[in-house]
């Protein structure tokens, strides 16, 4: 599993529904706001936001930026 470039987390890469990559902490986190959502015809895995049809039980994960320390140096 990859390290982030700037703290030493480990990370996961999930496709939005946009196609894009998001950075995700591994870890399932009971406070975040993402789920996986099966995976892509690439058997990449996807991610989505959790919303109100989202079970109460379901695994959680935040995206990386909001836990990484230094996450600012990222932004463009």
């Known amino acids: 599993m990859p390290l982030c470039r700037k703290c030493p987390a480990r990370i996961r890469f999930c496709k939005t529904a946009d196609g894009k990559w998001m950075p995700i902490d591994a870890e ?36 990386h930026w909001s836990t990484c320390p230094v996450a600012g140096e990222f932004r463009r």
């Open 28 to 63: 399932p986190n009971p406070d975040g706001n993402l789920v996986l959502d099966g995976h892509d015809e690439d058997g990449n895995p996807l991610v989505r936001v959790a919303d109100l049809f989202t079970a109460a039980d379901a695994v959680r994960y935040m995206p």
